[in-house]
């Protein structure tokens, strides 16, 4: 069975992972880039300390701007964790799931041929057993309800 629209949900599900995986990992590059900025601000700032005289004029307010300095650097840090890596986590974390339940409904699509091919060799066959065939009709009739209903719930779960 061939079906176009399940086959533009797939490469757009497809597409939207391997942009959510490379945003993911650019996300990490960025927030691990501030962490070593933020390091780096820290030891140019003990530098700075060690350099500036106690007794200097304007020492305390030299201190104040590299305290405050370093808490924005630290708060930079840990906002685009908060707000932009634990999202894209989040985000990332779901495709798994959507990908069992994509191989889910292939393998239910698997059964529901099978049950369709068995269900069209009987009626061709010469002999026709009413009950085999009765059978056949019910395990049809039930793996294409089960099809159905996975095939729509992933459908509308997929992107457009």
């Known amino acids: 069975v061939k079906d176009d629209k399940w086959q533009v949900h797939v490469a757009n599900f497809n597409r939207q992972q391997a942009l959510a995986l490379k945003l993911h ?27 500036h005289e106690f007794t200097w004029p304007g020492n305390m307010n030299l201190v104040k701007a590299l305290q405050s300095l370093e808490k924005l650097n630290a708060e930079l840090s840990g ?9 894209v986590n989040n985000y990332v974390e779901q495709f798994p799931e959507i990908k069992e339940r994509m191989n889910k409904r292939d393998r239910k699509l698997l059964d529901y041929t099978r049950c369709k091919r068995q269900l069209d060799t009987l009626k061709k066959g010469d002999k026709i057993s009413p009950e085999k065939l009765g ?19 992933l459908s509308e779960d997929l992107p457009e």
């Open 25 to 51: 990992r650019e996300v990490k590059g960025y927030i691990a880039s501030l962490k070593t900025l933020e390091g780096s601000a820290h030891t140019l700032m003990e530098v700075v300390r060690e350099m």
């Open 79 to 87: 906002s685009m964790v908060d707000t932009l890596l634990v999202p």
């Open 135 to 153: 059978q056949a009709q019910e395990e049809f009739t039930e793996h294409k309800m089960i099809y159905e209903e996975v095939n729509t719930e």
